[in-house]
C-alpha cells in the first residue's frame, strides 16, 4: 500500500522566521507543522469504475481547536490519494489507503473530515479511520461522493462520537449547524443525482397521464380523500396533461434521485442488479419460447410448461424479443440482459419438486400442502417461543416521512439519529424503485393483482386506520 502524500509537506527555504523551522507557513498566522496523524480510507466501487487516485483529498477538522478566523475547528493539510491496496468479491472492488497527515501539533482530537473528489466519477466512501496517541478515532461514512465540479463542494463528514445539541464542542459547532442547512434545501428545482436534499411531496408520480387517461392516477398524499405518507421530493417537471401530477419518463429507470446518503452501497446496488438482471433473462426467455408456439397466451400441456426450463433456445425469436425489452429498460440493464442471455444459465432453475419426481404434484398431501403454503412451501406450526431477532420492518411507506424529518431536523452527530440509522437503511431508495417499477400504473403489482389499477387506491383507504400510537406492543397485537 502507498501512503496519502501531504501537500507542501517538503521542506522549504524559506521559513516562518522561528529558529530552525523550515516549513513554509499556511496562512498569516505561523503554523508550524510538526504532528503526524495516521490513519486508513476504505473505499469500494463496483466493476468497471475507475478509482479517485490522486485526484481526491482529505482533511480534518479538529473538534477541541478553534481557528479564530473561521469559528470552526482547526483545519489540517490536504493529503492525496495515492494507489492502495485492492481486494474483489463478487463484482465488488474495496480498495484500501493509508494516509499521513501533518498537523500543528496543537491540533487536538479530530471531530471531522473534509473529502474533496475531483475524479470525474463518483466514488463510495465506507469509512475513514484515523489514529491519535492513545485513541483511535473512526469515520462511519457509507455514502457516495460525487465530484466537487458537480457538487460545488466538499463533502463534510463527521466522527462516530455523539453529542447531544448543547454538548456539541464549540469547534464543531458551526460544521453542525451548517451541515443541516444545507439538507433542508430551498423546496425548489429539479434533484440532480448529486444532490443531498431531504424535501417532501406527495405520490404524484404513479401515473403517466401523458399517455392517455388509461394511464392516469389519483394522487396520494394531501387530502382527506386519499391520505398517504409523504416520500422525498424530486421536483421533476409537471405532466402536460395533468399540471399536479409529476411527469415520467418513457422507460422505466434504476436511477431515480434519492440522496446519496440513502443510495444503495456497491455491494447492495450489485446484489439488486443481479438479481434484476437475472429476472429479466427470465422474461426473455420465457417471451420467446411463447412466440414459438401457435398460442402464446396459455400453456397447453405439461410439456409446454416443462418446456420453459429446457435448453433450447431460437436467436431470431430472442432477438425480436430484445427489441421490445430495448425500448422499456435503462440501456445498461438492458446490456447487462443481452450479455447474459448468451450464457447457458439463463433457463428458470428447475423446481426442486419436478427435479425429482415429474408427477409428484399430483399426490394429494402434496397438492395440499402446496395449496396450503402458497409459493414458499414450510410445515405450519404454532409458535413454542418468541425469537429475540431484529425482523425487517413492514412499513417502508409510512417510515419515509420519519427519514426525511430526523434527516432534516437531527444532525447525524446526534445520538437518536445513529440509534435510528439501521432501520432507515436503504429504505429510500427501495421506496423509490417501487414507484417507478412496482406500484405505478401498469407496474407490477397492477399486473399480479386481482385489485389492478385500484390497487395503491386501496391502500390509501387503509392508511386511513393508520395510527403511529399502535405500532407497538401490546396495542399492535391487539389491533390484529
Not at 399540471?243 to 446519496?260: F, N, Q, T
Amino acid at each position: 500500500m502507498q501512503e496519502l502524500q501531504t501537500q507542501g509537506s517538503h521542506s522549504s527555504p524559506q521559513g516562518c522566521g522561528r529558529v530552525g523551522c523550515r516549513t513554509r507557513p499556511v496562512s498569516r498566522v505561523c503554523r508550524c507543522i510538526k504532528h503526524c496523524v495516521k490513519g486508513k480510507v476504505v473505499i469500494t466501487q463496483n466493476q468497471g469504475q475507475s478509482g479517485p487516485g490522486k485526484s481526491a483529498s482529505v482533511q480534518l477538522y479538529s473538534s477541541t481547536k478553534v481557528d479564530p478566523s473561521t469559528g470552526e475547528g482547526k483545519l489540517s493539510r490536504r493529503a492525496y490519494l495515492r494507489h492502495g491496496k485492492s481486494k474483489k468479491k463478487d463484482s465488488v472492488k474495496t480498495t484500501v489507503y493509508k494516509m499521513k497527515l501533518w498537523v500543528e501539533a496543537d491540533f487536538g482530537t479530530p471531530g471531522a473530515l473534509l473529502i474533496a473528489n475531483r475524479h470525474k466519477h463518483k466514488f463510495f466512501l465506507e469509512s475513514v479511520t484515523v489514529e491519535i496517541p492513545n485513541q483511535q478515532i473512526h469515520f462511519d461514512c457509507s455514502s457516495w461522493v460525487y465530484p466537487v465540479d458537480k457538487t460545488k463542494s466538499e463533502r463534510l463528514f463527521f466522527s462516530n462520537t455523539s453529542y447531544l445539541p448543547g454538548q456539541t464542542p464549540p469547534a464543531l459547532v458551526e460544521l453542525r449547524k451548517s451541515e443541516l442547512v444545507s439538507l433542508r434545501g430551498d423546496g425548489t428545482g429539479e434533484r440532480k443525482e448529486w444532490d443531498r436534499i431531504y424535501d417532501y411531496d406527495f405520490y404524484n408520480d404513479l401515473g403517466h397521464p401523458d399517455k392517455g387517461w388509461q394511464h392516469a392516477r389519483p394522487i396520494l398524499g394531501g387530502s382527506r380523500w386519499h391520505p398517504y405518507p409523504s416520500r422525498g421530493r424530486t421536483g421533476r417537471p409537471s405532466s402536460n396533461a395533468d399540471p399536479l401530477a409529476e411527469s415520467r419518463g418513457e422507460s422505466m429507470k434504476l436511477d431515480i434521485y434519492v440522496p446519496s446518503d440513502e443510495q444503495f452501497s456497491p455491494a447492495k446496488l450489485s446484489a439488486f442488479l443481479s438479481n434484476s438482471i437475472e429476472a429479466t433473462v427470465h422474461f426473455l426467455a420465457s417471451e420467446a419460447k411463447a412466440l414459438l408456439r401457435d398460442d402464446s397466451s396459455d400453456f397447453r400441456s405439461f410439456d409446454d410448461l416443462r418446456e420453459l426450463f429446457s435448453g433450447k433456445r431460437s436467436q431470431a425469436v430472442e432477438e425480436k424479443v430484445a427489441e421490445k425489452l430495448k425500448k422499456l429498460v435503462p440501456y445498461d440493464l438492458f446490456k447487462e440482459v443481452t450479455n447474459r442471455s448468451k450464457e447457458d444459465t439463463t433457463k428458470f432453475p428447475l423446481p426442486q419438486i419436478i427435479a425429482e419426481n415429474d408427477i409428484a404434484w399430483m399426490d394429494d398431501m402434496e397438492f395440499a400442502r402446496q395449496m396450503l403454503a402458497g409459493i414458499n412451501p414450510t410445515r405450519i406450526q404454532c409458535l413454542q417461543i418468541l425469537i429475540c431477532s431484529f425482523p425487517r420492518l413492514h412499513t417502508h411507506a409510512v417510515v419515509e416521512p420519519f427519514i426525511i424529518a430526523s434527516r432534516r431536523q437531527l444532525s447525524v452527530m446526534h445520538p437518536i439519529h445513529r440509534l435510528l440509522h439501521p432501520h432507515f437503511k436503504d429504505t429510500m431508495h427501495i421506496n423509490a424503485l417501487a414507484r417507478n417499477l412496482l406500484i405505478n400504473a401498469g407496474g407490477i403489482l397492477e399486473q399480479t393483482l386481482f385489485t389492478g389499477e385500484i390497487s395503491m387506491e386501496l391502500s390509501s383507504e387503509l392508511y386511513k386506520e393508520w395510527r403511529f400510537n399502535e405500532q407497538a406492543l401490546p396495542a399492535d397485537l391487539l389491533k390484529r
